[in-house]
């Protein structure tokens, strides 16, 4: 039986962002429209054996909407939306801890892996955050690198974007060179 995700594409200060929700209008996916390829290939791998349709819709989700009045500074407006994932047990675990990291806040790969309890697994838990399929959500963006105070790395739809994120919430001093460098990364923005 195949399993249908409604797949909308939502303009946004960071360019078109794709959201896909189930037939139920829980969230399943969180991606940018050029790295849409990897999205799909992402499906693929998370819900293995089960055949997943990206039906294209004009309608408006409820997490849609919750998206747009993020974008608009309604930061808030995030935090109850429902999501769902494949993965693993272990990815589930560090996307779950991802949603605990309040806005406006950063924590390090190392202290990520610190609250799920594996110390270790620093690069098990970086590999998790890279495979997140509901970023903003699933704040990946709030996960900075240890090495450098502060240092951005990491983050799937590009180091520019993270950067606007966590200016956004203002966990991170706005620099005026992220616009310019946006529309240098993105044609069209």
């Known amino acids: 039986m195949t399993t249908t ?23 399943r996916i969180i991606d940018w429209f050029d790295y849409e390829g990897r999205m799909r290939l992402l499906v693929k791998r998370q819900y293995p054996g089960q055949p997943v349709e990206l039906r294209e819709t004009r ?7 919750a998206m747009q009045a993020y974008f608009e500074g ?29 806005r ?16 270790t697994a620093v690069r098990a838990v970086g590999l998790a955050n890279g495979a997140n399929p509901v970023s903003i959500v699933v704040p990946c963006h709030r996960v900075i690198g240890s090495g450098i105070k502060g240092a951005l790395v990491g983050y799937g739809g590009g180091l520019e974007r993270k ?5 956004h919430e203002h966990a991170i001093a706005r620099t005026p060179a992220v616009q310019p460098a946006l529309q240098a990364a993105l044609p069209g923005f």
Do not use: N
């Open 163 to 167: 950067r606007w994120l966590l200016e």
């Open 5 to 27: 995700f409604l797949l909308e594409r939502l303009d946004t200060p960071l360019g078109q962002m794709l959201l896909a929700c189930d037939e139920q209008g829980k969230l």
């Open 74 to 102: 309604e930061l808030d407006a995030l935090d109850d939306l429902e999501v769902v994932t494949g993965g693993t047990e272990f990815q589930r675990t560090v996307w779950a801890a991802l949603r605990t990291i309040p």
């Open 59 to 65: 309608s408006l989700s409820p997490a849609s909407l």
């Open 104 to 119: 406006g806040q950063t924590i390090s790969y190392l202290e990520l892996a610190e609250r799920i309890g594996r110390p």
